[in-house]
């Protein structure tokens, strides 16, 4: 079974940390771009950072030098690792993956920044 399972949102203070895990099952992970995406209230989904089959890796401006995309191929597991969380970072966040054989989505998390 294809299957993509987010963990780690939650509330958080401005200027606080969180890391986002995704794990993959049922798919060529090693094979697949990963891709953290958000969708905050009233708003269209977009996307926050991914990190290719070959490692390379790629940012929303809005979050470089805040948010740092790792993954372990082992574990199938990718991860987003957020610092100085920003009020504007609140959103559901979504873990996607891509290959040659489709397009696989996770159910999201949702991330709040709030004092």
């Known amino acids: 079974q294809v299957q993509l399972v987010e963990s780690g949102g939650g509330l958080v203070q401005p200027g606080g940390s969180l890391r986002l895990s995704c794990a993959a099952s049922g798919i060529a992970f090693s094979l697949s771009t990963m891709t953290w995406y958000r969708q905050a209230p009233g708003k269209e989904r977009e996307l926050v950072a991914s990190i290719s089959s070959g490692g390379r890796i790629n940012y929303d401006d809005s979050v470089k030098g805040r948010f740092t995309i790792s993954r372990d191929i082992a574990k199938k597991m990718v991860y987003l690792q957020m610092n100085s969380l920003k009020p504007e970072d609140t959103a559901v966040y979504y873990c996607?993956?891509?290959?040659?054989?489709?397009?696989?989505w996770g159910q999201g998390t949702q991330v709040t920044v709030s004092s």
């Open positions: 996607n993956s891509v290959n040659n054989r489709g397009n696989t």
